[in-house]
């Protein structure tokens, strides 16, 4: 019994001995891989001096989702920055071919497993059908997921989770966050 471990410890050694990196002698740099990659971050205080904070939102450009910073005198609550959402970009932000892709009226509410949120679709839907459905669900968990206190976004039918397209089309329960819309973030 002991030839046969220490065999098989032989063995094992040689084969472990083989997969590792080698070390080299001088650094070498190493090229970052091609982006681009979307920064999501949560809203954070202005610059010194300025005693606004930043409310991030994800509208629409192209297809593609695109986040815009608007100043604020106070944090918006959680609710708050879901009603400036669903109202869609200022006059300013058009003239910058900004859109939303949502329809309908969804609520939001904190979701029982701790910091992530539920969002309550209306039997039509966030997109209604629509081609864009991804980017329409993209525009919320971007801009709910970028919150501090918010880890993830689910998406509920009477109460119910429910499967939501993802950036790449393929249909998830949740938790989303940010990360699942990459493919259509600008």
């Not at 100043?71 to 932000?93: I, K, V, W």
């Not at 939001?108 to 039509?124: D, I, K, L, R, Y």
């Not at 459905?133 to 998406?155: H, K, P």
């Amino acid at each position: 019994m002991t030839r046969r471990f220490a065999a098989t410890l032989a063995v094992a050694a040689l084969l472990l001995g083989g997969c590792g990196i080698t070390t080299e002698k001088v650094p070498r740099e190493i090229e970052a891989p091609r982006g681009p990659f979307p920064v999501f971050t949560p809203a954070t205080a202005a610059p010194p001096g300025d005693n606004h904070v930043a409310e991030r939102l994800c509208f629409v450009r192209d297809g593609r989702l695109v986040a815009v910073t608007r100043r604020l005198s106070t944090a918006p609550t959680l609710a708050e920055q879901f009603a400036h959402l669903l109202a869609g970009p200022t006059n300013a932000e058009r003239d910058q071919t900004l859109t939303t892709a949502l329809t309908g009226t969804p609520t939001v509410s904190p979701a029982p497993s701790g910091t992530a949120v539920a969002v309550e679709v209306p039997a039509a839907g966030i997109g209604a059908g629509r081609s864009d459905e991804a980017v329409a669900y993209g525009q919320v968990v971007c801009t709910l997921a970028g919150r501090s206190d918010v880890s993830g976004v689910v998406f509920t039918r009477e109460g119910q989770i429910r499967g939501v397209p993802r950036g790449d089309g393929s249909l998830s329960e949740g938790p989303l966050s940010a990360v699942d819309y990459a493919d259509i973030m600008s």
